[in-house]
Every structure is written in structure tokens, then in C-alpha cells.
């Protein structure tokens, strides 16, 4: 068995898509909207065989969860890319274009060389070797 896809509600999935298909070099499929206009989504892939859907529908209510403090339900998820050098330059990269981090690169208790991104609508992303 594996993750086929992990979803996102958005309130602009096309500023999503354009931060993964920038940092985590993901590629899009074209944009399905339902007919009643009320739905849309895009599904990214990534190298791995792995997919992340971005969806929107205005009726979706914003999360009260504050993205600085941890919470029950899916908290992160992480995206590895290949070696400790991406993990530090791929996190300057986004420091620098204003994306705010929230942990450092390090070595963590359990082994993990990472960093922890929030993405523009504010998800957790840890990048890991």
C-alpha cells in the first residue's frame, strides 16, 4: 500500500500551485471545475509517484488552528529532497522569498535532517533529505 494523494482545502489554489510547482517541483494537472462552478481543484505530482490536491469551494470555512502551535488532526506533512545542502538552501530560498519558517534546519531526536515551511495558506511542510 502507499499514499495516493493528500488533499488541501484553499482559499487560492492557484497561489498553492504555483509554490509547489516553484519549491517542490511538482506539476499540475489542468484545473477541474464541477458545473455548478462551485468546486475547483488541481491534483500535483511529484517525482516520487506521490499527489497532492489542492481544492476550493467558497462554502469552506477558514481554520481557527493556529499554524504556530501544534493540534490533533494531520499536522504536517514532509517533503524529502535529497541531501542536507537542498534541505539548508532550498529553506534560504524560501527565507528569502518571504515564507516564513518555523524551524531551522537540524537534526531532530529521531534521526531527521530538517526544516519546517509554512506554505502561503499556512500548512506545515517539513523538508527532509
Known amino acids: ?8 482545502w484553499s482559499k487560492d489554489i492557484e497561489t498553492l500551485k504555483q509554490f509547489y510547482e516553484t519549491y517542490f517541483c511538482a506539476t499540475s494537472n489542468n484545473k477541474y471545475t464541477n458545473k455548478t462552478g462551485e468546486f475547483e481543484s488541481y491534483f500535483l505530482s511529484f517525482n516520487s509517484g506521490a499527489r497532492l490536491e489542492l481544492m476550493r469551494m467558497s462554502s469552506i470555512p477558514e481554520t481557527t488552528n493556529d499554524p504556530h502551535k501544534q493540534f490533533t488532526g494531520l499536522i504536517h506533512f514532509a517533503i524529502s529532497v535529497g541531501s542536507e545542502e537542498r534541505v539548508e538552501e532550498l529553506t534560504e530560498e524560501l527565507k528569502r522569498a518571504g515564507h516564513e519558517i518555523i524551524g531551522d534546519p537540524r537534526r531532530t531526536g529521531d534521526g531527521y535532517y530538517e526544516s519546517v515551511v509554512l506554505d502561503p495558506e499556512d500548512n506545515r511542510i517539513e523538508i527532509t533529505v
Not at 500500500?1 to 488541501?8: C, L, N
Open 1 to 8: 500500500m502507499k499514499i495516493e494523494h493528500v488533499a488541501i
